[in-house]
């Protein structure tokens, strides 16, 4: 709980000081440091740290939670404060950006997704043991319900990227990967 306290006293400091020296190239750096102390504490005070700090067990869950801040953080950053600013302003250069913008962060979820799902696959392999107790448990069928809805998050994601951002991309008059 203390390496948690610090980690989060850390980013308080940080975002404190990120508003006077934008300009400063460490406090991204130490931003995640925090971040990263801060998520395997967390998973160590679970079931994730029950074999102790470093152990397989930990490591895939603090993976996991990071995974899943990235790519959920992402996003909401994205829809709630980057979005309707580059949506009200119709301009060329704006119009360039919002497809960048929209290109990285779907590069962005991809990986946050596949260090998200990877250790989650280990964690439910390692939790639930069996293909019975995957739906004879309330672990394993919470786990289904989390799976399905993954799996829902997944396909709007694949709409975005192969469907919407090409479209921004053609709309800015920007190359397609």
């Known amino acids: 709980w ?19 020296q934008s300009s400063a190239r460490l406090l991204p ?5 925090s971040l990263i102390v801060n998520v395997i504490s967390l ?15 930990n490591i895939a869950n603090s993976l996991h939670i ?3 801040l990235v ?14 600013g580059l949506m009200r302003d119709r301009q ?9 913008s929209s290109l990285r962060l779907s590069g962005l979820a991809g990986i946050a997704l596949a260090v998200t799902v990877v250790p989650g696959l ?13 739906w004879s448990t309330l672990y394993g069928r919470l786990l289904v319900a989390k799976i399905i809805l993954v799996i829902a998050m997944i396909a709007l994601g694949a709409v975005n990227r192969y469907r919407y951002v090409p479209s921004l991309l053609v ?6 990967p």
């Open 43 to 57: 998973s160590a005070s679970g079931h994730g740290g029950d074999n102790g700090l470093l152990s397989a067990a």
């Open 122 to 134: 280990y964690n439910a392999w390692s939790l639930v043991g069996s293909w019975h107790d995957l």
């Open 2 to 20: 203390s390496w948690r306290a610090a980690a989060v006293l850390c980013l308080g400091v940080i975002w404190l000081i990120q508003g006077r």
């Open 71 to 84: 790519w959920g953080g992402a996003i909401i950053v994205f829809a709630l404060l980057i979005l309707p």
């Open 29 to 33: 750096v130490t931003a995640f440091a």
């Open 66 to 68: 990071l995974g899943a």
């Open 171 to 176: 709309q800015a008059d920007r190359p397609l």
């Open 92 to 100: 060329a250069a704006t119009q360039s950006l919002l497809a960048d």
